[in-house]
């Protein structure tokens, strides 16, 4: 069987998918969202919205929507190590509306930008669709997506198809497209407990450093999300030693969640995340580009995934727009513009989250302790140091701006007969 025609098929509905489909059909393209899940309704990992994420989505008119929702706003990112608590950014000395990182579960955040793209006629959003390869004219160029949902096999012709589906993407496969590693020598396992009234109330975004492990804190509406470090390849040796040694762990390092930690009795209660930091090296393949993890897996240092993603979609959408509302195949020269753009940011930030993992991996084998506490001590309390660290965690290296054609019709609320 055969789908209709559409212009744009965005595999994956993930931030940085779902919003390119709401960019480019409000700026007036054809756009298809085909995600292989029913729903969104799942355990996300990534739940921080930057505040460069939430002022885009101030100039889109959505913010205050979004915000209307369960969330809870981190103030500040510390470090706590032998020597005391360090704050190492203070995202409540940037200035604008949004002077913190909302931490809200990345179900709801997709539910929300789904039902803005449903909103426009133009776009389309199909669920329990599972792409299974691609299609190609005579000359190789990639023209739509062959894919499965319940009624069977369907073909969707496309002038492009944009893989946003993630660090293990199908459409990447398929394209024939390779990932290269640049090292990550640490996963993490997360679990959930619950949050008391007692808890510290500040206790935003954390990092607890240990002798051999680390422990990530962050808030949410669900209660404390809790990462616990292991070196690569570690879950099975600590699968067989059971859940005793993380508890231990967890208690010393953040006493105050001493009490709950009995609640964590098996190992199915935690999610395993094989940290990746990798980089395709092209993007792109005639009718055919990849966004977000597809493109290059952040590490979850700094919580950069979704921002990346979404700075990926902004810079996509200005790109191939005024393309996609014409019709007709992309010029190559368009997916290649997208890539030149992004990649030197993505380079700067996946170098800094490398170093990072190196440091890691020397302190297990050295016994030292991962941060140096003393010298990072000394250098935060410098003036505006943690305003620059917030500031360059809020934004990134190259933050895109919003193409102008896709600002005014926000700023406006202007409809037009393409979908608005």
Not at 14 to 43: C, I, K, N
Not at 154 to 160: E, W
Not at 282 to 287: E, I, M, R, T, V
Request: some cysteine.
């Amino acid at each position: 069987m055969s789908g209709g025609p559409s212009r744009c098929v965005i595999v994956g509905g993930g931030p940085g998918g779902m919003l390119l489909a709401y960019l480019l059909a409000r700026a007036g393209a054809a756009v298809t969202v085909l995600e292989s899940h029913r729903d969104f309704d799942r355990d996300f990992r990534g739940d921080s919205l930057h505040p460069y994420t939430l002022e885009l989505l101030d100039q889109l008119g959505l913010a205050d929507e979004l915000l209307r929702l369960p969330h809870e706003r981190a103030r500040y990112f510390r470090f706590h190590t032998p020597s005391g608590p360090i704050t190492t950014a203070d995202y409540g000395k940037l200035p604008g509306r949004f002077p913190f990182v909302a931490l809200m579960p990345q179900a709801r955040f997709l539910d929300f930008l789904a039902a803005q793209v449903r909103r426009l006629p133009a776009a389309q959003v199909r669920t329990g669709c599972k792409v299974t390869g691609l299609l190609h004219d005579s000359g190789g160029r990639v023209r739509g997506v062959r894919y499965r949902d319940e009624s069977g096999s369907r073909d969707l012709p496309a002038d492009v198809v944009i893989g946003a589906d993630g660090r293990f993407s199908r459409v990447r496969r398929a394209a024939g497209l390779t990932a290269e590693s640049l090292g990550a020598s640490t996963d993490l396992l997360w679990f959930r407990l619950p949050r008391n009234p007692s808890d510290p109330p500040d206790a935003d975004v954390d990092l607890f450093f240990g002798r051999d492990h680390y422990v990530g804190l962050l808030t949410g509406i669900a209660g404390w999300q809790i990462g616990y470090s292991l070196p690569k390849g570690g879950y099975p040796a600590a699968r067989e030693a059971g859940v005793a040694p993380i508890r231990a762990t967890v208690a010393e390092l953040v006493p105050w969640l001493a009490d709950r930690v009995p609640l964590l009795t098996d190992f199915a209660q935690t999610t395993l995340l094989s940290v990746d930091i990798s980089r395709v090296p092209q993007w792109w393949k005639p009718g055919l580009l990849l966004i977000g993890d597809a493109a290059h897996v952040i590490s979850p240092v700094g919580g950069n995934g979704i921002l990346m993603a979404v700075q990926d979609a902004v810079a996509a959408a200005r790109h191939l727009a005024p393309a996609a509302r014409a019709g007709g195949p992309l010029p190559d020269h368009v997916l290649a513009a997208v890539q030149a753009e992004r990649e030197p940011a993505v380079r700067q930030v996946q170098a800094a989250q490398v170093r990072t993992e190196k440091r890691a991996a020397a302190a297990r084998e050295t016994g030292r302790p991962i941060v140096p506490a003393g010298l990072l001590k000394i250098v935060t309390m410098l003036p505006g140091i943690r305003r620059r660290a917030a500031k360059a965690n809020a934004y990134g290296p190259v933050p895109p701006a919003l193409a102008p054609e896709i600002l005014h019709r926000a700023e406006t609320g202007g409809h037009d007969s393409a979908g608005y």
